[in-house]
C-alpha cells in the first residue's frame, strides 16, 4: 500500500512538472512571439537615412533627431559627409533629410542650385551667425583692420573644411576686403585645437566662426565686424529633405518638421561631446532631461 501511494505521488508530481514547464515554455513562446512581432512592427516602420556635414553643431542636432526617431520605431543610418555631397545626395534621393542647411546666407549656393529637387521642413534652430572670430583680447573690431596687423596673424585665416559655406564666405570676404591673408582649410576640430593653442599662448588668431558653438562657452571670442555684410545678417538652420519623403514617410516628415530647439540646447549637447562624451549618449541625455520639448516634436495627427 505505501509503494502504491509513493507511485502515485510521483505520477502528481510529476504531472504538476509537466504542466509548469508547459506553462512557461507557452509563456516564453508567447513573449518571443511577442518581441518578434514587437520587432516587424518597429522595421515595418523603415530605415531613414540622415546625412550631416560633419560640425559639432550639426553632429550635436541629427544625433539629437535620430535619437528621437529610433525611439519613435524607426531604423536611423547616418552618414556624416561634406556639405556639396549632403546637398546632391538629398537632392539625388540617396539621402532621406539633413538638419545641416544654413540659410539664407551661408549654403546660398547649394539653395540655389538645389531647391527644386528638395523640401524645406523649415528651421530647427534660429538666431545663428557665421563671421571671422577672434579672441576678445585682439586688439581690432573689424574685419576692415586685418591687413593692419597681419602679421600678428601670421598672414592667415585658419578655417575649417573647404567645402564649406562659411568657407566660401570667408574667401568672398577676402576678395571684398582686399585682405592679404591666406585662408588655411582644415577641419571644425583642427580649427577649434588652433584656436585653443594661440589662447593658450595668449597669440592672435582669427579662425572661421559660427554659432551656436560651445568654443563660445569656453572662451572669450568676439565677431570682427562685417560692415560689408559678406557674412550676412541673423542665420537659421532648415530641415531639408529628399522628394518623396513625405509621402513615405509621413510620421517621420512630421516629427522632423516638428523639430525645433534653441542655441542653448544645441549648445549642452556640443559641450558634453567635446568633453569626451560620445554623440549618442550626449544626445540621450539631453532627450531625458528635456521630454516635455521632445513630447511636442513626436506629437503627430
Known sequence: MKRMLKVVALIGIMAMLSIALFGCGGQDAQENEGQENGTEQQEAKGTIKLGYVEWESEVASTNVLAEVLKQEGYDVEMTGVDAGVLWTGVAEGDIDGMCSAWLPATQKNYWDKFQGDVVNLGPSIKHCKIGLVVPKYVEIDSIAELNDVKDKFDGKITGIESGAGVMQNTEEAIEEYGLDLSLQASSSAAMAASLKRAIDNDEWEVVTGWTPHWKFAKFDLKYLKDPKNVYGDEEHVSTIVRQG?????????????????????????????????????????????????????????
Open 245 to 301: 519623403f513625405k509621402e513615405d514617410f509621413p510620421e517621420a516628415a512630421q516629427i522632423m518638421d516638428n523639430f525645433f530647439w534653441e542655441p542653448k540646447h544645441m549648445q549642452q549637447v556640443m559641450l558634453e561631446v567635446h568633453d569626451g562624451m560620445k554623440p549618442t549618449k550626449a544626445a540621450q541625455n539631453w532627450i531625458e532631461n528635456h521630454q516635455d520639448l521632445v513630447s511636442e516634436w513626436t506629437s503627430v495627427e
